[in-house]
């Protein structure tokens, strides 16, 4: 597992979706991992559900509640990423856990840390730890080769220079204002953002929040080293229950594509 790096996802311009753990039950999320992974996603962002997910939307907040109410704990995470990471047709890829600080202060974080490495996830986005509090992870989660990546928002300005510096594995450069979600049009100007913190730090970075077709996607990329979409696929995972592979896989398939392009 720690032949596994973030870097292998940027290779290319890479395309980075992300799903709720749990949602349609945890076999139904082991699939379409697997679904995502074989339509050519770089790296898979996997959401721990969440009582109080202050990022997310409503989308993702019904998925964190529709998850919990099957009785998804951490452990059942674990579990299913180890499964993953196992057998002839264990993925190779880049997994990273998009979760909270009360879900890894409630596990404990030297035990989070550790189990992270042991099933093989190279990275953790915590978006209520601020920079100023994210030696609360690093110590550990360096320890066990864990990278803790940081959040660049339009809203950082004079913080980019200190959030920059000290990033690991990619920067996620949040795209618009708010929490997670769809939307018709991102109005903030991306590039110069970027171009703020590439004269701070030579690791990749990767736009997401409000992204959900191909031409937006594709526009991101353009400018940065890869697009981040989660909202839009929850959302047609919440419509299609546990039978949407096929759809899933074209909708992955489009969206690398358009990376890709």
Not at 21 to 28: E, F, Y
Not at 48 to 73: C, H, K, N, W, Y
Request: glycine residues 8%; proline residues 5%; contains cysteine.
């Amino acid at each position: 597992m720690n032949k596994i790096t973030i870097a292998q996802a940027f290779t290319k311009k890479a395309f980075i979706p992300f799903i709720t753990a749990g949602d349609q039950g945890i076999t139904t999320t082991e699939k379409y991992i697997r679904t995502m992974a074989k339509a050519g996603a770089s790296l898979i962002e996997i959401g721990i559900p969440f009582s109080d997910p202050v990022a997310e939307g409503p989308v993702i907040q019904a998925a964190s509640e529709r998850a919990l109410s099957m009785g998804i704990t951490t452990d059942d995470i674990f579990e299913m990423v180890q499964r993953l990471r196992t057998g002839d047709d264990a993925l190779t890829i880049p997994l990273v856990f998009m979760t909270y600080m009360n879900p890894i202060y409630v596990y404990g974080v030297e035990s989070f840390m550790k189990r992270c490495e042991e099933v093989g996830v190279q990275g953790v986005i915590v978006p209520d730890c601020p920079f100023e509090e994210k030696q609360e992870l690093g110590k550990q989660a360096k320890e066990h080769g864990v990278s803790v990546i940081s959040l660049i928002a339009p809203t950082s300005e004079q913080r980019i220079k200190e959030i920059a510096a000290d990033a690991e594995g990619f920067v996620y450069c949040v795209s618009s204002l708010g929490v997670t979600g769809m939307r018709s049009d991102i109005k903030t100007d991306i590039a110069s953002i970027i171009q703020q913190i590439r004269q701070y730090t030579n690791i990749p970075v990767a736009v997401g929040f409000g992204i959900s077709t191909p031409d937006q996607a594709k526009a991101m990329a353009h400018v940065s080293d890869g697009a981040i979409v989660g909202s839009a696929i929850v959302k047609q995972i919440g419509e299609w229950g546990p039978n949407g592979e096929e759809k899933l896989y074209e909708y992955i398939r489009s969206m690398v594509e358009a990376v890709g392009s």
